[in-house]
């Protein structure tokens, strides 16, 4: 390969930059700033990345519960980057215990759990500060179905539960 001419100055192009070849660029050096927004940017290269908060036990839920909801049906393949949980509403009595699970059927499999271990809270966690789940799996396939289970624990309703289910699809 010849030796590349190398340039130290900025240079403003007024006109039309043709390669004879694609260029060699260094990762992360073209941002949203230098796209422009009507630019034909093929699909399989973005990554859309979402987050969906559920409020998953609602002010009176009873004791010694379990709770299902679906949190989201994926539409292609991508990844889990992450769960929490949190209390919202009322902390439980010094007894009352919640486990929150993050679940994944694969196909119309059964419901099988993506967590390392159900996050717990209980009268030791603060009010609106979020546990973080330590993810066992993270692989997500178009029609996955993802679901949160919390099992209240307690002698008395649980009020307010949220969670925050943190993922990216990419479509092609």
Same mark, same amino acid.
């Given at each position: 390969?010849?030796?590349? @001419? &190398?340039?130290y100055a900025d240079h ?19 941002? !949203?700033? /230098?796209? /422009?927004?009507?630019?034909?940017? !093929?699909?399989?290269?973005?990554? #859309?990345?979402? #987050?969906?908060? %559920? ?25 889990? &980057?992450?769960? +929490? ?9 010094? +007894?009352?215990?919640? #486990?929150?699970?993050?679940? %994944? ?8 759990? &993506? ?6 809270? @209980?009268?030791? @966690? ?7 789940? *330590? ?8 029609? @996955? ?5 919390? *099992? &209240?624990?307690? +002698? ?17």
């Amino acid at each position: 390969m010849a030796t590349p @001419d &190398v340039h130290y100055a900025d240079h403003v192009f007024n006109g039309t930059v043709s390669f004879g070849a694609p260029p060699n660029l260094p990762a992360g050096c073209i941002g !949203d700033a /230098e796209i /422009e927004s009507g630019a034909q940017i !093929d699909a399989s290269k973005l990554n #859309t990345h979402r #987050t969906e908060t %559920k409020e998953i036990a609602a002010i009176n839920v009873e004791p010694t519960s379990t709770q299902y909801l679906v949190l989201h049906m994926a539409q292609a393949a991508g990844g889990v &980057v992450g769960f +929490t949980a949190a209390i919202t509403g009322v902390l439980p009595a010094t +007894t009352g215990v919640c #486990t929150v699970n993050l679940y %994944k059927s694969t196909a119309g499999s059964t419901f099988a759990s &993506v967590l390392s271990a159900a996050i717990l809270l @209980d009268s030791a @966690d603060s009010l609106l500060v979020a546990n973080t789940g *330590t993810l066992s799996a993270t692989t997500m396939a178009s029609g @996955d179905i993802f679901a949160v289970k919390a *099992t &209240v624990a307690t +002698t008395s309703a649980l009020r307010g539960v949220s969670c925050a289910f943190k993922y990216y699809e990419r479509y092609v």
